[in-house]
């Protein structure tokens, strides 16, 4: 087996940032580890924040960036009992200890040992990556390997989001914002599989035929920031019967508050999923208080919930939405496209291509 390998580095973050292509070594497997081969890596709006400069809390020196991988078992360390050479493999977000009281709760995403993928430690922008066991999920017989990529995030992190935090039921009606991006357009189909009314939120009006495919009952337009043209929540009330929605799952953030507020029926629940811009917004309590609303906030996704959405793959109920694919030499378009919305879903980077 060769030594070394490829990896993407950030030379100098910006907008564009300079990126390179280094070959270093294939990192060792540890104690309860398995190596992977990588075979895609969704390029999520994180690693666009990284790499801009605009996220840097926590993100550790010459990271290796990239948390959605989907990749082969090709060695395993010491202690492993859960895999095997060969086996096919998506990573959830978190690097996990696997022995922590959360990790025993089913809450490996929150780990207290652990470290973001991509973030803390390093990522699948590489040909190889290693990481814990806990932190893997098989992945099922019948799923595209690239497609599998997107089981963790944007599927099972917008499915939890849906199901647990949200606790969308039956009959509901559900505003999903930015909902032709990655974590949108999963949000979309995990509401509509619940049985819900989709309105769907987007600016990017060639998205509205995909949306409405996928499970969106309306399809509204919006602009980012929310205070140039329309304000969509006004049709929402209008569609609703002035009641309004009994969830927003929200993937854009502060460019559209306090829209997403104005949105809400009366015990209605703002779920707050993504940050696009990363600016701060200014909240009268007493829109909470009179509309008996809870704003949440979620991120991550355990291990039981990406086995669950690799099961609504098979099912039919959910898809993968794989807009390009690129070399991981063509990082810095994948940059490019996410920073101007362009794809409908995610793109994905192939190291091994």
Not at 194 to 202: E, I, N, Q
Request: proline content about 5%; glycine content about 12%; overall charge negative.
């Amino acid at each position: 087996m060769k030594t070394g390998m490829k990896a993407l580095f950030i030379k100098q973050p910006g907008n564009p940032p300079e990126l390179e292509i280094r070959d270093v070594p294939i990192p060792k497997t540890s104690y309860r580890q398995a190596l992977i081969q990588v075979t895609s890596c969704g390029f999520c709006h994180h690693d666009r924040s990284v790499m801009a400069g605009v996220l840097r809390r926590g993100v550790a020196a010459d990271i290796i960036l990239g948390h959605e991988i989907s990749g082969v078992v090709t060695e395993i360390g010491g202690g492993v009992t859960s895999l095997k050479p060969g086996d096919r493999v998506v990573s959830i977000l978190t690097e996990a200890c696997g022995e922590c009281d959360r990790c025993a709760d089913g809450r490996e995403h929150r780990c207290r040992q652990g470290q973001g993928i991509g973030h803390g430690r390093n990522g699948g922008f590489a040909e190889f990556v290693a990481l814990s066991e806990h932190s893997l999920v098989k992945v099922p017989v019948g799923i595209d390997p690239v497609g599998a990529a997107l089981l963790a995030c944007p599927m099972g992190v917008a499915l939890q989001a849906v199901r647990e935090t949200a606790q969308v039921s039956p009959g509901q009606s559900v505003v999903v914002t930015g909902a032709g991006g990655g974590l949108g357009i999963h949000a979309v189909q995990a509401v509509a599989a619940l049985g819900a009314t989709v309105l769907a939120v987007s600016s990017s009006p060639d998205k509205i035929d995909l949306l409405r495919e996928l499970g969106a009952s309306e399809v509204l337009a919006a602009e980012v920031p929310a205070d140039e043209g329309f304000d969509y929540s006004e049709l929402v009330m209008a569609i609703t019967g002035d009641e309004g929605a009994n969830s927003v799952i929200d993937t854009v953030g502060s460019a559209l508050f306090p829209s997403t507020l104005r949105c809400l029926a009366q015990y209605g629940r703002l779920v707050l999923l993504g940050e696009i811009q990363g600016r701060s917004v200014t909240l009268n309590p007493a829109e909470i208080i009179f509309r008996d609303a809870q704003v949440l906030g979620t991120s991550g996704v355990s291990r039981a919930t990406v086995e669950q959405a690799g099961q609504m793959v098979l099912e039919g109920k959910m898809r993968p939405v794989v807009d390009i694919k690129l070399p991981l030499e063509e990082a810095r378009e994948a940059f490019r496209l996410v920073s101007e919305r362009i794809p409908i879903g995610r793109v994905v980077l192939l190291p091994n291509r």
